[in-house]
């Protein structure tokens, strides 16, 4: 049977379903769809402001990949620059073959890219001398703690290099429903209170922070780099967890085949969300070494840090278990075939 037409020009036939409102287009109106609705995440949330340096952490997976693309093609329209930050955290057989794709993209779209390592920054420590400090500690589980930390600071310093105002990141909206589950699940009323809206204003010095796909599902972020062809790493990091994470992810796939809104209806809901005063973290300080908000003595990279240095990184994650497992926004974890998710048609 033939592919119905498409139903936003209706001249093409269309080439997939879009699956939460089941609209049938093809490919050229969805990434024109796809695109206006990025547009409109950052217009309404007022997350770019005109002149804004625009530092985006590259990762060279599919959703930077997208994000950075979506973003060349709004640059115009937002007048933004946009400037390419990727962090190599010295993964031996991980991180160099996707920063080979990040090089690639840069080159072809013409767009600037810093490159931060782990090794430069943290004197020394690259993810894998981290990974055999860490042995015995639950490696995984602990490597992806580290590491999380450890890249949110590595790409603050990457864009400040470069001048940025703001970063941006590719999370997409089954990575924050993800996370919000996890931290309801988890009673973590901390992350909670800073985990809804858009991103993070930037407090304490630090450059404001948004995710611009936040509303964008999975499956269109790979429908997008399908039809607009772009070429992204997709490889699992080799310290990927077998986290609690993974279970959320489970429970979603779940709750979104009875109700396909349940991801972006979590996502909203954890926007809107507001803690009784009581439920409220105290208000982070500033840290003792670094100056970044801490809500203890020092922030958490130096914390981790300062474990390592000392031989003890026990002592940093075991100190704040609760507060550093399954560390920050979602990231660093197993993920699902992107293979997935390309269209029906
Ligand atoms: N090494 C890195 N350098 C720069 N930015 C990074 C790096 N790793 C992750 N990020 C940023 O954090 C976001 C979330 O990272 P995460 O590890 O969850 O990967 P992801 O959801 O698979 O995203 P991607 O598909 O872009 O790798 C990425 O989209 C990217 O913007």
Request: aromatic residues 2%.
């Given at each position: 049977m033939p592919a119905p037409p498409c139903t936003?020009?209706?001249?093409?036939?269309?080439?997939?379903?879009?699956?939460?409102?089941?609209?049938?287009?093809?490919?050229?109106?969805f990434c024109?769809?796809?695109?206006?609705?990025?547009?409109?995440?950052?217009?309404?949330?007022?997350?770019?402001?005109?002149?804004?340096?625009?530092?985006?952490?590259?990762?060279?997976?599919?959703?930077s990949t997208v994000l950075a693309h979506v973003l060349r093609e709004l640059a115009p329209r937002l007048d933004i620059s946009l400037q390419l930050v990727a962090v190599?955290?010295?993964i031996?057989?991980?991180?160099?073959?996707?920063?080979?794709a990040v090089q690639r993209q840069a080159a072809r779209w013409e767009l600037p890219l810093t490159v931060v390592a782990y090794a430069d920054l943290f004197g020394g420590w690259t993810m894998d001398a981290v990974a055999r400090s860490t042995a015995g500690l639950g490696r995984s589980r602990s490597c992806c703690t580290f590491c999380g930390v450890l890249r949110r600071r590595a790409l603050e310093e990457g864009a400040r290099l470069v001048g940025a105002t703001h970063i941006v990141t590719g999370h997409n909206a089954d990575d924050m429903a993800e996370t919000v589950l996890m931290n309801f699940l988890r009673g973590d009323t901390g992350r909670l209170a800073r985990g809804g809206g858009l991103g993070s204003p930037g407090e304490g010095g630090a450059l404001p922070r948004c995710r611009p796909l936040q509303f964008a599902s999975q499956k269109e972020v790979v429908l997008y780099a399908h039809f607009r062809r772009l070429d992204y790493f997709s490889e699992e990091c080799v310290y990927a967890p077998e986290a609690f994470r993974g279970h959320a992810r489970d429970l979603l796939k779940r709750l979104e085949a009875a109700r396909p809104s349940a991801v972006l209806d979590l996502v909203h809901s954890a926007e809107r969300l507001a803690l009784a005063p009581a439920a409220l973290p105290p208000r982070p300080g500033a840290c003792s070494r670094c100056g970044a908000l801490a809500s203890r003595a020092l922030c958490q990279a130096c914390a981790l840090l300062d474990g390592l240095n000392r031989g003890r990184p026990r002592?940093?994650?075991g100190k704040g278990r609760r507060g550093l497992d399954e560390e920050g926004p979602p990231g660093d974890r197993a993920r699902p075939p992107a293979s997935e998710a390309i269209p029906a048609f």
């Open positions: 936003s020009c209706h001249t093409a036939r269309a080439a997939l379903r879009r699956p939460r409102s089941g609209h049938a287009l093809c490919g050229a109106c024109a769809t796809f695109e206006a609705e990025v547009l409109h995440t950052v217009l309404a949330g007022r997350l770019l402001p005109p002149g804004a340096v625009v530092a985006v952490g590259a990762s060279g997976g599919k959703d190599d955290e010295g031996g057989g991980y991180r160099d073959a996707a920063l080979a002592l940093a994650i």
